[in-house]
């Protein structure tokens, strides 16, 4: 099959990972892949990234089109719709050039900013994100669905979700995500348990690391996680914690402040975003997603099981369709600092417990949370709905 992927790709946060995981699974199954992705990309890492892979793209003028009134994001409309006559033009040019038998866009505003080229018998939306439950999504996902093929979820939550938007359900599918980190194997076998590669986790006293990663952000739980190691920090437990990421600069001075106050800037350190999984999961033995808003389907609670690094999150989003409470971590609920520090207190001070929930997050990922799986789980659904041939 010849596929196409637009995706906008401003910032690689999850979805661009996924986005370029998938990209790269489905071509190792033999099919001809490409991307489009937009000229407002900020810092160009996406495109060094689908160089690095070999994958052929072009730059378009996919914008944003928002219903927000701040001058910002009327600025960003305005411009987006001046470059729409450019954009229909590129758009219609490589869709005949390339000719896919399958299209998968990967943002509403770009599946919504090209909608009269879009063709219903290949089209499809790969809805990385949740949406509001309003008359407003209702009628535009009901616009969409004239105009493409199917809507595919990062997993069964937002396959739920979209259905409860009016979308008929034969019409939605989900396909949970899945990458193959490159650190998951090395020299051909299997990386070890974080339990026995950390001596911070081999009973020698050290401090147990525990560490939270991705954008920093008053809906990702950061308050909660600070607030549970208050509570660590109450019992007297040996930890010492890392905050790995970028974020708004005064929420992130209001964390700090926080932090401050509970007398804990001995135990915090704050790292800037690192460039591999490698690196992350190499420095923490315990990974909290203590996510407040429905989070799809995170990519970094993918990345800990193949590392092999038990986790803490909370039941929202796709969350529980990726951590299995009490084997590869432990699930509890949101805005809930107190359910927090008694899960991180019972790894931290257990390492059979850790050693064992290391393996089974190992042996989870690589089974069920794969690249592979992603990828040939979407070509069954495109075969599927549109009746091409895995070979075609």
């Known amino acids: 099959m010849k596929i196409l992927f637009v995706c906008g790709a401003g910032l690689v946060y999850g979805k661009e990972i996924i986005t370029l995981s998938l990209a790269e699974g489905l071509r190792e199954r033999g099919h001809d892949v490409r991307c489009a992705i937009s000229i407002w990309s900020s810092d160009g890492k996406y495109a060094e990234k689908l160089q690095g892979s070999s994958i052929p793209f072009v730059r378009l003028p996919l914008g944003f089109i928002s219903k927000t009134m701040t001058r910002r994001a009327l600025g960003m409309t305005f411009e987006t719709l001046c470059q729409t006559p450019g954009l229909w033009l590129g758009y219609r040019r490589y869709l005949k050039e390339f000719q896919p038998d399958v299209v998968v866009h990967s943002t509403l505003h770009h599946v919504f900013h090209v909608w009269p080229l879009l063709?219903?018998?290949?089209?499809?939306?790969?809805?990385?994100?949740?949406?509001?439950?309003t008359k407003f999504y209702r009628r535009l996902f009901r616009l969409l669905s004239m105009r493409l093929r199917a809507f595919i979820g990062v997993s069964r939550y937002i396959e739920q979700s979209i259905?409860?938007?009016?979308?008929?359900?034969?019409?939605?599918?989900?396909?949970?995500?899945?990458?193959t980190p490159e650190s998951g194997v090395e020299n051909g076998n299997p990386s070890r348990s974080r339990a026995e590669l950390s001596n911070k986790?081999?009973?020698?006293?050290?401090?147990?690391?525990?560490?939270?990663?991705?954008?920093?952000?008053?809906?990702?739980?950061?308050?909660?996680?600070?607030?549970?190691?208050?509570?660590l920090k109450k019992a007297d437990?040996?930890?010492?914690?890392?905050?790995?990421?970028?974020?708004?600069?005064?929420?992130?001075?209001?964390?700090?402040?926080?932090?401050?106050?509970?007398?804990?800037?001995?135990?915090?350190?704050?790292?800037?975003?690192?460039?591999?999984?490698?690196?992350?999961?190499?420095k923490i033995d315990i990974c909290v997603v203590p996510s407040r808003s429905q989070d799809p389907c995170p990519t970094v609670a993918i990345e800990t099981a193949h590392f092999g690094v038990p986790i803490v999150a909370t039941r929202r989003g796709g969350l529980?369709?990726?951590?299995?409470?009490?084997?590869?971590?432990?699930?509890?609920d949101a805005e809930s600092p107190a359910q927090l520090a008694e899960k991180l207190k019972l790894l931290i001070q257990d390492i059979e417990l850790r050693q064992q929930m290391s393996r089974e997050a190992q042996s989870y990922g690589?089974?069920?949370?794969?690249?592979?799986?992603?990828?040939?789980?979407?070509?069954?659904?495109?075969?599927?709905?549109?009746?091409?041939k895995a070979n075609n």
């Not at 081999?202 to 509570?231: R, T």
């Open 119 to 133: 063709n219903p018998r290949n089209t499809f939306f790969h809805v990385h994100d949740p949406f509001a439950q």
């Open 163 to 179: 259905i409860n938007l009016g979308i008929a359900p034969e019409k939605v599918f989900s396909v949970l995500n899945g990458v």
């Open 320 to 332: 529980p369709e990726i951590v299995q409470d009490g084997r590869t971590g432990y699930l509890v």
């Open 366 to 388: 690589a089974t069920y949370l794969t690249r592979e799986r992603m990828a040939e789980q979407m070509e069954a659904v495109f075969m599927k709905t549109i009746g091409l």
């Open 237 to 282: 437990l040996s930890f010492s914690a890392m905050i790995i990421g970028e974020g708004h600069p005064a929420y992130i001075a209001a964390l700090k402040e926080k932090i401050e106050g509970y007398q804990l800037t001995e135990q915090v350190r704050w790292v800037a975003p690192l460039k591999t999984p490698r690196e992350i999961f190499s």
């Open 201 to 231: 986790s081999n009973g020698n006293g050290a401090p147990v690391k525990i560490g939270i990663v991705g954008q920093i952000g008053e809906w990702k739980g950061h308050d909660d996680f600070v607030e549970s190691l208050k509570g």
